[in-house]
Every structure is written in C-alpha cells, then in structure tokens.
C-alpha cells in the first residue's frame, strides 16, 4: 500500500516537471493553426495604443526597400511568437479603436498590402505555422493578373484564415478622385468581394495612402469601418477610425528596430 502511494506521488510529480497533462502550460495562440489547444489568453486596454504592421511584397528584390526578404519576415514572425505577441484581426482594433475594448495583451496588426502570389507562397505558410492572424489588401480589379493572386489563392487564403479586404478597384490614389469616380471604385471593389469570396467586406486600405475627407466620406457611405493610411504611428483609442496610422516594415528596420516599432510608440522611424 506504501509503495503503491510513492509510487503515484512519484508519477504525479513527473507530470508536473514535464508539464504532462497540463494544457495550461502550453503556449497555444488563438490565431489560425489547425491543432493547437487554446490557453486563456489575458487581455486589457492598451494605453498607449496598437502597432499596425504594414508589409507588401516579400522575395528577395536589390535596392527596393519595400520588398522584404523571406528572412526578415520569418525573424520578426519569430520574434513575435518568442515574445508572446499576440496579432489580433481588425474586427478587434475596430472594438478597441472605436469601443476602447480590451485587447489581448501585447496585440500587434499584420496587413499585406497590393496581392503579389509571394502572399500564399511565402506568408500564408508562415501564418499557419505560427497560428498567426493577419489581413490581406487586395486591389480587386488585379486579381488573375498574370503578376497578380488568382481568384482560387484569395479564396484558399481566406479559408486557411487570413482576412481579405478591399485596397480598392484599380489600386488608383483615391484622393484625387471626382466623386462619382470614388463611390464607383468602392463599390465595384466591394462587390467583387462579395462574388467572390461572400463576405460584406468592412475594411479598406488607402492605394498610396492617400485619403481626404471626401474618401473618408464615400468609404462611409459603402459600410466601411475602419480605413488604413500610410501615416507612421500607432492606433490608439479615440483616433480616426478612417485615417488609421500604420508602421513600414522595409528592408532597411532590422531586428533591433523591428523590437522598437512593436514596443513603443516612439519608435525611431528611419
Ligand atoms: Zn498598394
């Protein structure tokens, strides 16, 4: 009987140092991975907002600062899953920005901007690997383009969990449009969103980052919600929902900059 109770203290204790039978130890994200147990994830307010990353091509182009290499990308995924970030969608900036909504801690926003193929080649396998939400802009009038994604990636993309939103008709700067010429460029995007992939899109990015009041307003009117700029700084509370500052992520921030663009909102912008 003695032995037998060691015996169980001894198993029992086995479990604890390997942390066997103890899913709370395990760091499961609540992002897109197929598998992974989920862990109660803390959340709050951030006080001094949320950095929005904004990439665009990934693939290993010389002297073109906004195309970055597969390397950096997967160091600075890396760092963030090390770090216990957690990327969160834009349905929860909206409820932050607009509602101040709790967030998970240490939240992060990953954009891709324009639908080059290097989005499902190389970034859809890297979301799945780390379980890591993110959102893709695409242009809708460029989709099947030969240099473009095809129809069958978006919708493949949307199904492995990235969120696809609209970055315009012909990816032309919207402030420099008549109006008749601005609700036509939204609203052709937002239905071929619609036919393609079934989804009442609510999010919008800027071509060029040019947005004005006029924009603001037809974006409005087209059941847009939140609309992203090229404007550096963070998202914070209270801020214009259609004018959201976003963070360039180029060649040029190495990792020691990378750290500093996620962590504070001084960050040095080079
Ligand atoms: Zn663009």
Known sequence: MRIWKWSCLFLVSCMILTGCGSSSTQKADSGVAAGTSQKQVEMAVPPKGIPVLMYHMIGEVKDNDAVLSEAHLREQMKFLKDNDFHPISLNQLY?????????????????????????????????????????????TYDADQSTRLTWKQIKEMQESGMVIASHGYHHNRLS?????????????SQEELQQQLGITNEFFCYPYGGNNPAAEAALKKAGIKLAFTMNGGWAKYGDDPYAVKRIWIGNAVDIANFKQRVTTEQYDQR
């Open 95 to 139: 409820e932050y920005m607009v509602h101040n909504k709790p967030v998970p801690v240490r939240p992060v926003v990953l954009t891709f901007d324009d639908g080059y193929p290097d989005t499902y080649s190389i970034v859809m396998p890297i979301m799945k690997e780390y379980g890591f939400k993110c959102t893709v802009f695409i242009p």
């Open 176 to 188: 420099e449009m008549k109006e008749h010429t601005l609700d036509d460029e939204i609203e052709k």
